[in-house]
């Protein structure tokens, strides 16, 4: 060992405790390159990009307390009779799932506290999930780069939803096993392969003793574990792309504008997670969720009315409850579409958004990075169409609860069926048109802003009588932010004959592709954005008015 | 497509991007980057007692965390866990839930609150721009790659040598196939299980709430009353499973209110017994309007009429409710005089 | 629906109901005014009958007849018994107004109980049927809570919804909620079946039977109900839940965000 070396490690014995613990895992781990890319990462301030962190914190509290849940529930469908502290269920029959959740519930010390956290942690996941799915759809934060990362968050959303539906499930209870009995029917829907598939599914014929075993190792092993590797994936997606921003002074597609993460935001966004934790942990002392004592064990000839699921199933529910009942009949077989449908509609009506993304940058045919979010009044026919995919879904989760608007609003429900199959084919499409409206509407109120200034409301009156309205010029941050979205021309097919003078063939898909474009970028489609030459013209000309 | 090209004026100015460089308008372009504005100091930057008051607040956030937290062992500890206590406005609540519930949430919540407001007031808020990188590999880095897959591919030799090539792909196309196999035995095949039930000639009709056999005498013009074979107890081993198929809804019409001959042929005296599993997708369905003989699943709103042979008149049922025929044997009690004629319950492909 | 809501919401939808009811209590406070003095001579149980039958002339007489034999406007009350009638008037649904929508409701009760009693006496002197039951009958000494529940998951949730809080029926018509409503009126309304509801006579549902369901409402839908985890939200599953979480869950998370985001208090420039 030469005498520089034991310098040098006589140097590291004196360096603070914390910094030699760095120095030893960095000699197995390489952590500080790690550290050295990441540790002053910057993040832009938008409230808007922290919806995704709520999604993030509500997936870890369900995380933390199923575990807990774990270690008290039974997922077996034995019969048991019940003998804990809940007196109106005395003496029943039940399964020694629902059982145990009775002993959590009310036998367990914080039992029912964690239960409800984790039930309202869910349904705030999935609302969370929704709500930033749509934040990053109307700022067309999907385009390149960030398509896959787009695609790993449509996952997240549907694996959620599958497994908030098997967790709720587990207890067997009467309205749970009521969505069952509804699962199965709909799988027994499927051409050839429904009954195979549901006997195979539930051990046998509904509801036998396996399924609440089976739907437990899927609700706390299978799809938990996918989507935890779809989160790290998303979050090391994000970091790897570096967050969006909109458009302001400074900041550009090759920069991102904020404060780093170490120390702001490692205070903010750790604090986040306890603010999320706290809200719902006090949600969770003062509403109560799925009283399942209530419902009674699960029997497939009871049931009680409002017999809906959990919010996010609500959009599949009401597809089902709007369906007219078709059925056909045919060489000793049924094709049992009143449900069939509203199944594939179900899947349809999902994927639509998720493959979005490859259609519009089709449609462009931008190849380009985008970092610079867009304000959805500059993208209207985007925004129109993320605005009619919410009113479908929206209709849905309206007829997914048809009979507690029919005995809220003392209507017959016969009406509202009626009025939500209307409004799954007329909503969509008053929803498109009214919102590509306010769009255009919105971006010329930014061109005559950029033109002629903000409007002050002071009234001013000239020595000749007339009266004008004071407007004041835009300061040069305003006008570049308003304008500096980028504008698509719509596309055009190009020349027909080559320069030898051969003609091609225009494909269906390029003329597609052009007609799409066009109602896309179309003279009526966008508001040209004010040009500079426009906007001197009209600051001299006329000076100002 | 003209489209990616940002128009030229529209291009960020050239600039220092230095933090608070302020840039002078560009009188070419009165739309061009002005550049990131100048930092401006909060009261905590300038101020030293704002800021100690900043130091103070979170203190005290946090040291709420810790009393609530003391809050929450005490409230575990003491409160009995069937304690029941009125809260205006929610109610007779559990006390144990509310107070573990509000502790823990304090506890959480402040320490969030402490922090972001450390962050927000005391943290640097100085605005950073850091540069980004495009995300594609340089033409360089592409070529090399592609140059090294090329190399490896050749390497293997795996597109001169097709034998082994095919042979591979095959045997990882089959081995998959073991997994598929393993899943058969989830479950049995359905056979035709679907198609019966626990009814038979000769069946009694027993009454869900009594569990007595029923007489014609018992039920009433609009009445409704549920009902299960003779011999299926709710500890038997099948009892879900056999339930789920054999529950029955009877009701009692004036024979001359009965309007399908079929429905009329299999009452007796006016009494039918319809399945009680909606044949939509096998909620129990119950919802009996005694007036207008209609029942209604209050699952997917499917509404029959009793008085019709149980056709469909609304909703996304496909089809009618099964009709069980019943009779009267020798001692007077209503019986079954055989199985349902069709699958209860929600279709399926094999239905026919 | 819009012609029921434009009907009920008719300016003098209201003026009608109020005449109706001023001629109602007008007709029978003349009628009852005289009532009392003529007991002596005759025996109690024909006077109280004799007295009904008054009441009922008034009351009741222009829709279901002047011998209770019905009409277009009203089902025969021969043989519904004392039960339906207790039921039908103690909880104001009887009287019913002349145009009521899909079903006729709870309303304000304009009768005395003895009133009742002297109608209900009338109409079931004129077929036999169920009586008005007694405390011992409905009242919770030696109820089974849990079979109670039992029964009432089997023959009333899929109306009534779990706890008793109500639920849709078809074309407007609903299953009222059992909030509130007299363990009396609840047993009456089980052996009579008012409206579209069907009847639980004593043959399909016992005695013991009704008297369970009635402890169960009432331990699971009572004024002292305990609700462990807090609010009920309605009682009314998970549709109420979803609004919760969206808006005091969601929106309660997405406020403090804005807080967590939004850029703290500049210095004012000096």
């Known amino acids: ?311 996010y199933m609500g959009f599949a529910e009401g597809l089902v409850r709007y369906m007219p009942g078709w059925e056909i009949n045919f060489w000793g077989h049924t094709l049992v579409l009143g449900v069939f449908i509203p199944l594939v509609l179900f899947g349809v009506v999902l994927g639509a958004i998720a493959v979005y993304p490859f259609i519009e940058s089709w449609v462009t045919g931008d190849k380009s990075e985008h970092h610079i979010l867009d304000r959805p009044r500059n993208a209207p026919t985007r925004t129109g169409f993320g605005v009619a995919w919410i009113t479908v879904y929206m209709v849905g989760l309206v007829g997914g609860g048809n009979d507690l608007w029919a005995t809220h609003f003392h209507l017959s429900i016969n009406a509202v069926t009626w009025f939500v199959r209307i409004s799954f084919f007329v909503g969509p499409v008053v929803a498109f048109i009214a919102t590509k409206r306010i769009c255009l509407g919105l971006q010329r109120r930014d061109h005559e802003k950029v033109l002629h200034g903000r409007e002050t409301g002071i009234i001013k009156r000239l020595p000749h009588g007339e009266f004008i309205e004071v407007h004041e010029p835009l300061s040069q941050e305003q006008l570049h932010t308003l304008t500096a979205h980028q504008q698509y021309a719509p596309a055009e097919i190009g020349p027909t004959v080559d320069e030898n003078g051969v003609e091609r063939k225009v494909k269906g898909s390029e003329k597609l592709r052009v007609k799409l474009s066009n109602a896309y970028y179309g003279e009526d489609n966008q508001i040209q954005k004010p040009t500079v030459d426009e906007y001197k013209e009209i600051t001299s000309g006329h000076g100002h008015h | 497509m003209s489209s990616q090209d940002i128009p030229e004026e529209n291009l960020p100015a050239e600039q220092d991007h230095a933090h608070g460089a302020v840039t002078v308008a560009d009188e070419e372009n009165p739309f061009a980057d002005p550049g ?59 006390a144990l839930n509310f107070a573990l519930g509000l502790t823990l949430g304090t506890a959480l919540f402040c320490i969030g609150a402490g922090a972001v407001h450390w962050a927000r007031t005391l943290m640097s808020d100085v605005e950073v721009p850091a540069e980004r990188h495009p995300i594609e590999a340089p033409a360089e880095v592409r070529a090399q790659v592609h140059a090294d897959f090329r190399q490896g591919a050749k390497e293997s030799a795996l597109g001169r040598r097709k034998l082994i090539r095919n042979t591979m792909l095959g045997a990882l196309t089959l081995v998959p196939l073991s997994g598929v196999m393993l899943l058969r035995d989830l479950g049995p095949l359905p056979g035709t299980s679907l198609r019966h039930t626990l009814w038979a000639k000769g069946k009694r009709l027993v009454n869900m709430n009594t569990n007595q056999p029923l007489r014609p005498e018992d039920v009433a013009v609009g009445s409704l009353t549920f009902a299960k074979p003779d011999g299926l107890e709710e500890k038997s081993e099948d009892f879900q499973n056999e339930i789920a198929k054999a529950a029955l809804m009877i009701v009692r019409l004036q024979p001359g209110n009965i309007k399908d001959k079929r429905e009329l042929d299999w009452a007796h005296e006016g009494i039918v017994a319809f399945s009680k599993i909606c044949t939509h997708v096998g909620c129990p369905i119950s919802l009996y309007e005694q007036q207008t003989h209609h029942v209604l699943c209050p699952c997917h709103q499917s509404t029959f009429d009793l008085s019709d042979g149980a056709r469909v008149i609304f909703g996304p049922a496909g089809h009618a409710l099964p009709q069980l025929r019943i009779g009267v044997d020798s001692e007077g009690y209503l019986q079954a005089l055989g199985d349902f004629e069709e699958p209860v319950g929600p279709a399926f492909w094999e239905r026919g | 629906m819009k012609k029921l809501s434009v009907r009920r919401r008719h300016p003098l939808a209201a003026v009608v109901v109020l005449l109706l009811a001023l001629a109602a209590t007008g007709g029978l406070y003349a009628a009852f005014a005289p009532a009392s003095k003529a007991q002596a001579d005759e025996t109690a149980q024909s006077l109280t009958i004799k007295e009904g039958k008054k009441l009922y002339e008034v009351g009741c007489a222009s829709c279901h007849g002047t011998g209770g034999q019905g009409s277009s406007d009203g089902p025969s009350l021969v043989g519904v018994g004392a039960a339906a009638v207790d039921f039908q008037v103690a909880t104001g649904r009887m009287p019913a107004a002349t145009s009521q929508g899909p079903q006729v409701v709870k309303k304000k009760n304009i009768y005395t109980q003895a009133q009742i009693d002297q109608l209900a006496a009338y109409i079931a002197s004129l077929g036999a049927g169920p009586n008005v039951p007694t405390e011992q009958q409905y009242g919770p000494e030696g109820a089974d809570i849990a079979k109670g529940g039992e029964l009432f998951r089997t023959n009333c949730a899929q109306c009534h919804n779990f706890t008793g809080k109500g639920g849709a029926l078809t074309k407007g018509k609903f299953a009222p909620t059992l909030e509130g409503v007299a363990p009396k009126h609840i047993y009456e309304a089980m052996q009579t079946g008012p409206q579209n509801m069907p009847s639980f006579p004593d043959t399909t549902l016992s005695e013991k039977n009704k008297k369970d369901i009635i402890a169960y409402l009432h331990a699971v839908n009572g004024s002292d109900t305990e609700n462990p985890g807090g609010m009920e939200l309605g009682g009314l599953g998970p549709v109420s839940e979803g609004l919760f979480a969206w808006i005091f869950g969601l929106g309660v998370l997405i406020a403090v965000a804005v807080w967590v985001a939004a850029r703290t208090a500049k210095a004012k420039k000096s």
């Not at chain 1, 400074?250 to 934790?277: I, S, W």
Request: with cysteine; glycine share 10%; aromatic share 14%.
């Open chain 2, 36 to 94: 990131l504005p100048p930092h401006e100091h909060r009261i905590q930057d300038i101020d030293e007692q704002a800021a100690r008051r900043s130091e103070r607040a979170v203190a005290l956030l946090f040291t709420l965390s810790m009393l609530a937290t003391v809050g929450f062992i005490v409230s575990y500890v003491a409160i009995p866990h069937d304690k029941s206590i009125f809260v205006f406005p929610i109610g007779h609540i559990s």
């Open chain 1, 1 to 311: 060992m030469s005498t520089a070396d034991n310098q040098e490690s006589r140097a590291r014995g004196k360096a603070p405790a914390g910094e030699r613990v760095a120095d030893w895992a960095d000699g197995r781990l390489g952590i500080y390159s790690l550290a050295k890319a990441n540790m002053r990462k910057i993040f832009p301030d938008h409230w808007s990009f922290m919806l995704g962190e709520v999604c993030l914190y509500s997936f870890i509290i369900i995380i933390l307390t199923g575990v807990y849940l774990t270690l008290f529930f039974h997922p077996s469908m034995n019969e048991v009779e019940y003998h804990g502290s809940y007196v109106p269920l005395q003496g029943q029959l039940m399964s020694e799932a629902f059982n145990s959740t009775l002993h959590i519930s009310f036998d367990v010390r914080g039992g029912l506290l964690v239960r409800q956290i984790h039930h309202w942690s869910a349904l705030i996941f999935l609302a969370g999930m929704f709500v930033h799915m749509m934040r990053v759809f109307f700022t067309g934060a999907f385009r390149k780069p960030r398509e896959i990362n787009w695609l790993f968050g449509f996952l997240l959303f549907v694996l959620g939803m599958f497994t908030g539906f098997t967790g709720y499930s587990l207890p067997d209870d009467l309205l749970s096993g009521t969505g069952v009995r509804f699962t199965e029917g709909a799988i027994l829907s499927m051409p050839i392969v429904g009954t195979y598939i549901s006997y195979f599914l539930f051990g046998g014929e509904f509801p036998g003793h396996d399924f609440v075993a089976r739907f437990y190792s899927i609700h706390i092993l299978l799809l938990p574990g996918i989507m935890l590797g779809l989160v790290v994936g998303h979050l090391i997606l994000v970091f790897y792309h570096k967050h969006t921003q909109f458009a302001g002074p400074g900041k550009t597609e090759k920069n991102v504008v904020g404060m780093p993460l170490l120390p702001v935001y490692m205070a903010k966004a750790g604090g986040f997670f306890f603010l999320v934790f706290g809200a719902i942990a006090v949600i969770a002392a003062i509403a109560q969720i799925n009283p399942i004592w209530a419902m009674g064990p699960y029997r497939p000839d009871q049931v009680s009315t409002g017999a809906q699921p959990d919010w």
